[in-house]
């Protein structure tokens, strides 16, 4: 458990008709979105996403928000409100309904739909409440209405909060395409008016802050595509997120035009693209999906859509490049990785390209072809929003530091006073009383790590042992001593992993070990504990001088 200001304070008791915003994730990150509001002494949750981890956090699953600043307050809880259905956004929604399972969720159709298919594999069936663009809820102290943005996936959400305290206005991801694929332009228009009628806390995407001008719009993926298509003889295979419903769909029209047949590989897509088919988001033709499991009845002629497009290492895409899936990448082969690096992945994507150019297949990837365009507005859209909305105070989310400190310059830059823009990590407490926003505190608010079935178990310190077992190797030392004169009856016996392979490496420094436990006993150092420390001081002086290298140390002293 981290707290990320101590100097801040616990925050004072919140006083009757103010609003308190707490963020548990997303700040100073890109994932595990989740904002807590209170008012009135009841809570409103925005988002409960998941972070996936990076390659320093090795065994790690996923990473959670930390819930203990509600957990007590479970019973307060009115709503999570959900902007959209990527996994950052609702990841992390079956670990807190695993705490209280009759939580309301409320979304629109797509978003709903995705996270109750997820909830069903944790065997939970969720109470939800689905709500559409124009419309309104009375939760409680919180007066919620719910505007449309424009994302890569359909059925995005701005959120609306209007409380005693003033209004606020949640973006959530949300990007300004003018031309999007489903029409679903975001309503500057209700921004407009929100903005005439007084925003009192703008809470803004920050993930492409620092990226000049405006995103450019999903239809100019499309020629993209069709260039190749048409140079491709044989198998093309794409990978991208599995709710990418929009760049699927025009991966899908590319393929009707070229007659090529269509089949989705990987659990998470066949759901979720069944998912959004069945209501309507997804336009297939009818004949040209296939079964994966048939496509040995089939000719070059096809377009395989699967996961991995993060060099996720069980995804499918990882699985071809590592040899170990039915499908086998070849000469001949084109893979598209339709989707932007997430920071933290670039390693393993690159693994996965180069593996998969060994094995002969062209690979077209962002930065050699444009086959993806972000979801997040770029500076120019931000600019435009802070210009249309005019708030009294604003705090950026969804981003790194970096990000966060972008956008705040942009809102500086469109007239808001720089003391009104709060740029804050996770686990600052903000109170808006009477329409006046300001820091009053800090709450404990940490990662919690997934490990399997594990959920919270693996700490920093089990992560640091995981890090230098797998970088610095192991090395074990079993000494054993009589409990009566202290001299040495058996050992040193040293045993090593990842480390070196010669036994004969570490004679040296038995010496060392046995006249260090010798002058101990002389000093009147006596006791296993004591004894160990000695012998992890000197064989770590020692590895430490002459290989330049720190494994992990476990001395056993054993008393007979």
Sequence with gaps: MTHPHPELGTPPKLAPG??????????????RNM????CNGKLLIVDCGVLF????????????????????????????VLTHGHEDHIGAVPYLLRERADIPLYGSALTLALITAKLKEHRITPLTREVREGGQEDVGPFDLEFVAVNHSIPDALAIVINTPAGRVLHTGDFKMDQLPLDGRITDLRTFARLGEEGVDMFLVDSTNADVPGFTASEREIMPVLDRVFRSTKRRIIVASFSSHVHRIQQVIDTAAIHNRKVAFIGRSM???????????????PGDILFDAKELDSYDDNVVLICTGSQGEPMAALSRMANGDHQIRVGDGDT??????LIPGNENSVFRVINELTR???????????????????????LLYCYNIVKPKYVMPVHGEWRHLKANAE????????????IVIENGVVVDLVDHVAQVVGGVPCGFVFVDGQSIGDITESSLKDRRILGEEGFISVVVVIDAQSGKIVAGPDIHARGFAEDASLFDEVKIDIEKALAAAVVEGINGTHQLSQVVRRTIGGWVGAKHRRRPMIIPLVIEV
């Excluded at 981890?53 to 999570?80: C, K, T, W």
Aim: aromatic content about 4%.
């Design 270 to 284: 066949v759901r979720n693209m069944g998912i959004a088919s069945d209501l309507g988001y997804l336009n297939i």
């Design 53 to 80: 981890p990076e390659e320093n956090q090795p065994g790690i699953d996923l990473i959670l928000p930390d819930f203990s600043y509600i957990r007590d307050r479970l019973s307060d809880v009115l709503a999570i």
């Design 359 to 381: 094995f002969g297949a062209k690979v077209v990837h962002k930065a050699n072809a444009m086959v993806h365009v972000s979801g997040h507005a770029a500076a120019g859209e």
């Design 35 to 38: 904002t807590v509001f209170e």
């Design 410 to 421: 942009i809102a500086i830059n469109a007239g808001v006073p720089r003391e009104n823009t």
């Design 18 to 31: 103010a609003l308190r915003i707490v963020a548990l994730g997303g700040l100073a990150e890109i994932g």
């Design 335 to 340: 893979v598209i990785l339709a989707s932007s």
